[in-house]
């Protein structure tokens, strides 16, 4: 059993900053990749950025230069820096993990944390 608990969200007006993060809990597995999505209403859920084990990032283009994805692999956690935030970045956002676990990967999901940047 396989559970990512997420903390940071909140309301910050535009310009501001947030962290994100999301630790991996449970017994038998390995995390193969770490990565962010967000959904904001009316609009479908989109990824915001990933990471590997071995450190290789992805970004989406309307966050490049803005945002930093990073992991902590000892202690199974991801964390998403957002800087110059903008109304537009208002979203549900949500951790996901790819894991192996004992003998097969699965995709894990966090409960979501509202980001709310206000104008």
């Known amino acids: 059993q396989v559970q990512l608990v997420e903390s940071g969200g909140g309301l910050v007006q535009a310009g501001g900053s947030l962290r994100l993060s999301c630790a991996a809990s449970?017994?038998?597995?390995?995390?193969?990749?770490m990565g962010w999505f967000r959904q904001a209403p009316g609009k479908q859920r989109e990824l915001v950025a990933a990471i590997s084990r071995a450190g290789n990032t992805n970004y989406a283009d309307s966050v490049k230069g803005r945002f930093t994805i990073s992991i902590d692999s000892a202690k199974n956690t991801v964390y998403l820096q957002m800087n110059s935030l903008k109304p537009e970045d208002t979203a549900v956002y949500y951790c996901?993990?790819?894991?192996?676990?004992?003998?097969?990967?699965?995709?894990?999901w966090g409960q979501g944390t509202q980001v709310t940047v206000s104008s």
């Open positions: 996901n993990a790819n894991m192996w676990v004992v003998g097969a990967t699965y995709d894990y």
């Open positions: 449970g017994t038998s597995f390995r995390i193969n990749a």
